[in-house]
C-alpha cells in the first residue's frame, strides 16, 4: 500500500483547510485510514480514523471541527479542517492498517505541514 497525501499550507486562526491521501497498491486489505500529526517537541496523536466499514473516530480536540471522509471511486481519503486553531499547527500524515496473513501492517504517507496563524 502506498500513500500520497495533499493539502495543507499556511492559514489563519479561524480559518479552514483541506488535506487528501490518495491510497494505491494492495487497498483492499486496508482495514482502516486515518490522519495522524506530531506538532514540535510533542508526540504524534491520532486526530482522525475512517473505518472501512464506515465508522469514524476524532480526538477530542478538533471534534466538531474537522472531518474525515472517502470517496472510495478515487481510492482517497479527506481530511476538512475547520476553526482551525494556533494548537493544530503540525506536520500531518496519512495513515492505513492493513490486516494481512494473521498479521496487522501500518503504512505511511509523506508529511504535510499545517500552520495556522494566530
Known amino acids: 500500500v502506498q500513500l500520497q497525501a495533499s493539502g495543507g499550507g499556511l492559514v489563519q486562526a479561524g480559518g479552514s483547510l483541506g488535506l487528501s491521501c490518495e491510497a494505491s497498491?494492495?487497498?483492499?486489505?486496508?482495514?482502516?485510514m486515518g490522519w495522524y500529526r506530531q506538532a514540535p517537541g510533542k508526540q504524534r496523536e491520532l486526530v482522525a480514523l475512517?473505518?472501512?466499514?464506515?465508522?469514524?473516530d476524532y480526538a477530542d480536540a478538533v471534534k466538531g471541527r474537522f472531518t474525515i471522509s472517502r470517496d472510495t471511486t478515487k481510492n482517497t481519503v479527506y481530511l476538512q479542517m475547520n476553526r482551525l486553531k494556533p494548537v493544530d499547527t503540525a506536520n500531518y500524515s496519512c495513515?492505513?492498517?492493513?490486516?494481512?496473513?494473521?498479521?496487522?501492517?501500518?503504512?505511511w504517507g509523506q508529511g504535510t505541514l499545517v500552520t495556522v496563524s494566530s
Open positions: 475512517l473505518t472501512s466499514g464506515g465508522n469514524t
Open positions: 495513515n492505513a492498517h492493513v490486516y494481512r496473513s494473521s498479521r496487522w501492517f501500518a503504512y
Open positions: 497498491g494492495n487497498i483492499f486489505s486496508i482495514h482502516d
